[in-house]
């Protein structure tokens, strides 16, 4: 059905077509449209192609609002009220299946538009729903992206202002470790010339002058030798304690079962009075590590077993291997005296002893350098006791495998 002819609109949009004239839906509109980035260019060119189609003058574009009030995306309001329309054309714009706006356009000229006419206004108004919520959606892609980068930004300085505060907090803690370094070996090499000197008068005035002294006197200053030996021992044992802890690491893969082997002939030549049996469950892991140092911390626990089974006829001591998730190690158990678990925490460190001297000689720092030297390999050390039944001292390294591991992460 075509309308009847016409007077011309106002103002003619470009490529209007004459109300008798076929108006189908430009092939090209769709290709146009969706170059659109924005919503009031896409809302302008839907507009135009309406205004195409129907041949009217005048149109706009409005978006609902959220509370009633709207906003004027494409076209002019004035000329809308000015005109006073007599034909007009209405397509609504869905968004998501919500109502979203309007697009009208009109003429003061009355006519009737074809089906086919209004047909192509409501594809026209679909496409530019269409293309709406497209940009929409990219839009709210953006904003997401964008806080996600916003958040993760600040993630990242917070991230970096806790690296900073910890290497801060390193660095201090490196600068005090030196200075108590440095503190302790002064100290040692200060004293130990005079204790040394103390001990060898004690020792000369007990040659000299040991027949015309009192028992009490001789006794005192017997007592004096011995605690001034005691001190140089503790100086020698603290300065050790100091080289470990700046030494450089030399590491080698280590056979554990002949470093084992010479450390226990060696405790065996020492306590030859001693009914000690030693149980070593071999195979026993190779160790990664300095072997200067290892021995070091093999020799002190076996060292510290030996010790601690003193008060037993019969001394047993078992040696094996360890090979977890964290490495490979050994563990040394024995039938000593053993402690209680609540004191394990203090067992490592430095002049911590849970038995008066009185008992048990040493210098209280032979498990403390076990610790420190582990440590300074990346490992880790655990204890085990009971009161009465012994105790359980080990150790684990990480493999050469695990530190090649960690350096290709790092």
Same mark, same amino acid.
């Given at each position: ?13 470009? #490529? ?5 004239? $076929? ?35 005048? &149109? ?87 806080? /996600? ?44 010339? $005079? ?20 028992? =009490? ?14 001190? &140089? ?12 802890? #700046? ?20 405790? /065996? ?11 070593? /469950? ?12 290892? /021995? ?6 076996? =060292? ?21 998730? #964290? ?50 390999? &990346? ?11 012994? =105790? ?5 390294? $990480?493999?050469?495998?695990?530190? =090649? ?6």
């Amino acid at each position: 059905m075509k309308t009847a002819p016409l007077a011309p609109p106002l103002t003619d949009p470009p #490529h209007a077509l004459a109300p008798s004239e $076929p108006a189908p839906l430009a092939a090209s509109f769709l290709a146009v449209l969706q170059r659109a980035d924005s919503i009031a260019e896409a809302c302008r060119l839907g507009l135009a192609e309406v205004q195409r189609l129907t041949g009217f003058s005048r &149109g706009l574009v409005w978006r609902f609002g959220d509370e009633g009030a709207g906003d004027l995306i494409a076209g002019a309001v004035d000329a809308w009220d000015r005109l006073g329309p007599q034909a007009s054309v209405s397509v609504k714009l869905l968004v998501g299946g919500r109502p979203w706006g309007q697009l009208r356009c009109h003429d003061r000229t009355p006519r009737r538009l074809d089906e086919p006419v209004r047909l192509a206004c409501e594809h026209a108004g679909q496409l530019l729903s269409l293309r709406v919520q497209a940009i929409e959606e990219r839009a709210q892609a953006q904003d997401r992206w964008t806080e /996600q980068l916003r958040s993760r930004d600040s993630s990242v300085d917070v991230a970096l202002r806790r690296a900073d505060e910890m290497a801060e907090v390193a660095s201090e803690l490196g600068r005090i470790n030196k200075e108590l370094e440095t503190f302790s070996t002064t100290v040692s090499h200060d004293l130990r010339a $005079p204790m040394r000197h103390i001990a060898s008068f004690i020792e000369l005035v007990l040659d000299r002058e040991g027949e015309t002294l009192s028992p =009490a006197s001789r006794r005192h200053l017997t007592h004096a030798k011995e605690a001034s030996g005691h001190a &140089g021992r503790l100086l020698e044992a603290l300065l050790d304690f100091s080289r470990m802890g #700046h030494s450089v690491l030399r590491s080698v893969s280590i056979n554990t079962e002949h470093l084992l082997d010479g450390l226990i002939a060696e405790q /065996q030549v020492q306590g030859e009075e001693r009914r000690i049996e030693w149980r070593v /469950q071999r195979p026993l892991p190779a160790l990664w590590g300095d072997p200067v140092l290892l /021995q070091v911390a093999v020799r002190n626990l076996i =060292a510290n077993a030996v010790k601690y089974t003193r008060t037993r006829d019969v001394a047993r001591i078992e040696i094996s291997g360890i090979d977890d998730a #964290h490495g490979t190690g050994l563990s040394v158990w024995d039938n000593g005296v053993g402690f209680r678990m609540t004191d394990a925490s203090r067992l490592f460190g430095v002049f911590q002893r849970l038995h008066g001297a009185e008992a048990f000689e040493g210098t209280g720092i032979g498990l403390a350098s076990v610790r420190r030297i582990v440590e300074r390999h &990346g490992g880790r050390v655990d204890a085990w006791g009971e009161p009465g039944h012994g =105790a359980r001292f080990g150790f684990t390294l $990480p493999t050469r495998a695990m530190l =090649a591991m960690s350096a290709i992460v790092r």
